[in-house]
């Protein structure tokens, strides 16, 4: 990557990493200068910080290098895909999407949750676009008027959802996976497919719990399958609960 190039990606890495940090940590902002330039200094010497060391962290302190790390891989993989624009950004929208569900879920509400999603799609729209047309603007470059959120979006039948969750029937004693935590959990993945693992981490049950569930929402016509087994089962909203 020419210099120019990595100088306008880190920029990008800098502005979403701030935002994030803003919604999750806002008390580290007035370090945040200070703690991004370690990130950069980290990226440009040992190559992108690997997501998964996030998982040997405690989420309490959360660490500005890890998140910029995953900012960082995404931008790169998908730069490097061979597809238009909307691909691409798309592709960063899911990975970042991912990754704050599974990590970050239940600190921030799911409105701002939204919100933050909108404006990392928005800004790596920009990003890609501005590539391609061979200038990088003001929406990017340090100092320049930040982008305004884009207009929130729902991904899924929200209506329809707790309706059809209110039919279930839930075991009578789970404090932690109730209707609520559900419908909040399912709207989150955007009808996108996730794992066993990912409804686990949200709600801090065993595997076990967490398999009992989902066949209960597979059963009722909630969630659908893909048809694999083992390590390659996911599950996903059925098609008459997304937009």
């Known amino acids: 990557m020419d210099r120019d190039h990595r100088d306008d990606s880190l920029e990008l890495v800098r502005t979403l990493t701030r935002e994030s940090m803003a919604f999750f940590s806002p008390d580290k902002l007035d370090s945040f200068e200070a703690d991004f330039a370690v990130a950069a200094g980290a990226l ?24 910029a790390g995953m900012f960082f891989r995404v931008l790169m993989e998908a730069g490097g895909l061979p597809a238009g624009i909307p691909e691409r950004v798309s592709f960063f929208r899911k990975a970042a999407k991912n990754y704050l569900v599974t990590h970050l879920s239940g600190q921030i509400t799911l409105s701002q949750f939204y919100r933050l999603l909108n404006l990392i799609e928005e800004n790596a729209r920009n990003y890609f676009q501005q590539q391609k047309e061979g200038w990088i603007g003001p929406g990017i470059r340090t100092g320049g008027k930040p982008l305004p959120p884009p207009p929130f979006r729902e991904a899924v039948r929200v209506e329809a959802l707790r309706q059809a969750l209110g039919g279930v029937d839930l075991p009578p004693k789970g404090r932690k996976l109730t209707r609520e935590g559900l419908e909040d959990f399912l ?55 997304r937009t």
């Not at 440009?44 to 998140?67: F, H």
């Not at 009992?212 to 599950?235: D, F, M, P, T």
Request: hydrophobic share 40%; glycine share 8%.
């Open 44 to 67: 440009g010497a040992a190559g992108v910080v690997r997501v998964e060391e996030l998982e040997s962290r405690p989420l309490k302190t959360l660490d500005t290098t890890l998140v």
């Open 187 to 241: 709207r989150a993945t955007e009808g996108g497919w996730f794992r066993v693992l990912d409804l686990e981490r949200r709600f801090k049950v065993n595997k076990k719990t967490a398999w009992s569930y989902l066949n209960l929402l597979l059963q009722a016509g909630i969630l659908e399958h893909n048809g694999e087994k083992a390590n390659r089962v996911r599950y996903a909203l059925a098609s008459g609960f």
